[in-house]
């Protein structure tokens, strides 16, 4: 019967929607590029599955549950998947032979992709509605090239009723599925995020910090920690009062993220105190970066709210080593920036850790 066939591509719809949302929201592929070609062939496979697996009418007609992923990719608005799984499933019903049932089925399949590119700009705040007429704009399109196909007749109706009946009761299913799937990785996203980042300016926090640098020691890498410590923030503070302060915290964390690497780790551990991890780079190099943040804080302009913009500075110390264990470097970085604090301030001081190794040996 065709509802038992179509409501058993609707289970098997289901899981490939779970995989493909896993898939969307993983962060382990290289690229975001790579990763929605990816997802766009899954979906494209998941729907030559149901293609294959539909309800064949007549000789020349079948109908399938194949719009489904092109749901779901189009309430992600997953534009590059949506596109990939679009070709993919139009081209691939010529696979079923060059006809103009199968013209008409391609022609449809880009028609349902653009239309709910369209339904997800307007309706992309309310996720239900939204989903939910994704749905009913797939169904209408394959209706009317069913129409085409078959013309008015006994066995049309009878068609589109088990389509409509099927499809948005999967739809409605799909819906909560999708949305719930969504949801929780959101709150999963969010947890992570409050445990791991620094609630003002969203930077790493020290308990970030100590994972990622636990075992520096063990690696044969030069890696260099950067300590950094506004000057004078207390009469910021004092002067301008604490939210002008944090405006200014926010502003510098900006600032050293523009300056660094995207694979440097940036770290707030203390009210005005500041620490950066990076690898691989020479002491020459390290101490022009360092004296590039420098004068890029201190020619900034810090804008506050009910006063007039000023002028800050930061002192920087710098620990480079090999093999190194944190907690020595950590302590040389601090060395350096108590030196370049009581040196004038607004400096860069550099400690070699391994040479200062070798001298007390």
């Known amino acids: 019967m065709p509802i038992i066939a179509l409501l058993i591509n609707a289970c098997v719809a289901f899981t490939g929607f779970y995989?493909?949302?896993?898939?969307?929201?993983?962060?382990?592929?290289?690229s975001s590029r790579g990763r929605g070609v990816l997802?766009?062939?899954?979906?494209?496979?998941?729907?030559?599955?149901?293609?294959?697996?539909?309800?064949?009418?007549?000789?020349?007609?079948?109908?399938?549950?194949?719009?489904?992923?092109?749901?779901?990719?189009?309430?992600?608005?997953?534009r590059?998947?949506?596109?990939?799984?679009t070709a993919f499933i139009g081209s691939t019903r010529f696979l079923f032979g060059v006809t103009d049932q199968a013209v008409i089925a391609f022609v449809a399949t880009?028609?349902?992709?653009?239309?709910?590119?369209?339904?997800?700009?307007?309706?992309?705040?309310?996720?239900?509605?939204?989903?939910?007429?994704?749905?009913?704009?797939?169904?209408?399109?394959?209706?009317?090239?069913?129409?085409?196909?078959?013309?008015?007749?006994?066995?049309?109706?009878?068609?589109?009723?088990?389509?409509w009946t099927v499809g948005m009761s999967v739809g409605l299913l799909s819906s909560a599925l999708t949305i719930d799937l969504e949801q929780t990785t959101r709150q999963s996203k969010d947890y992570k995020q409050s445990a791991e980042r620094d609630h003002l300016t969203g930077l790493f926090n020290r308990r970030v910090w100590d994972r990622y640098t636990s075992?520096?020691?063990?690696?044969?890498?030069?890696y260099n920690v950067l300590a950094l410590d506004i000057d004078h923030f207390k009469r910021v503070n004092d002067t301008y009062g604490h939210a002008n302060g944090d405006l200014?915290?926010?502003?510098?964390?900006?600032?050293?993220?523009?300056?660094?690497?995207?694979?440097?780790?940036?770290?707030?551990?203390?009210?005005?105190?500041?620490?950066?991890?990076?690898?691989?780079?020479?002491?020459?190099k390290v101490e022009k970066v360092a004296e590039r943040i420098r004068?890029?804080?201190?020619?900034?302009?810090?804008?506050?709210?009910?006063?007039?913009?000023?002028?800050?500075?930061?002192s920087i110390g710098i620990a480079h080593g090999k093999s190194?264990?944190?907690?020595?470097?950590?302590?040389?970085?601090?060395?350096?920036?108590?030196?370049?604090?009581?040196?004038?301030?607004?400096?860069v001081v550099l400690t070699n850790v391994n040479e200062r190794s070798l001298v007390l040996n």
């Open 19 to 30: 995989l493909i949302s896993k898939v969307f929201h993983s962060q382990l592929f290289f």
């Open 39 to 78: 997802i766009g062939i899954l979906a494209g496979l998941l729907g030559l599955f149901l293609m294959f697996n539909g309800v064949e009418v007549n000789e020349s007609v079948r109908v399938d549950l194949r719009h489904l992923p092109l749901v779901l990719l189009a309430f992600y608005g997953a």
């Open 80 to 85: 590059l998947p949506l596109f990939v799984a």
């Open 110 to 163: 880009w028609f349902v992709s653009i239309g709910m590119l369209w339904i997800h700009r307007r309706l992309a705040e309310r996720v239900f509605l939204q989903s939910m007429l994704l749905n009913v704009w797939a169904l209408s399109v394959i209706s009317v090239a069913v129409l085409i196909n078959l013309g008015w007749s006994v066995a049309y109706f009878t068609l589109i009723a088990t389509i």
């Open 215 to 222: 075992e520096l020691g063990t690696k044969q890498r030069t």
């Open 248 to 284: 200014v915290l926010q502003r510098f964390a900006e600032l050293l993220l523009i300056e660094t690497r995207s694979h440097d780790l940036v770290a707030r551990i203390g009210g005005e105190e500041f620490v950066i991890l990076m690898y691989d780079l020479p002491v020459e």
């Open 295 to 314: 004068k890029r804080i201190e020619h900034e302009v810090f804008v506050l709210n009910d006063f007039p913009p000023i002028h800050i500075t930061a």
């Open 324 to 347: 190194e264990p944190i907690q020595k470097m950590t302590e040389a970085a601090d060395d350096a920036l108590y030196e370049a604090k009581h040196s004038g301030r607004n400096q």
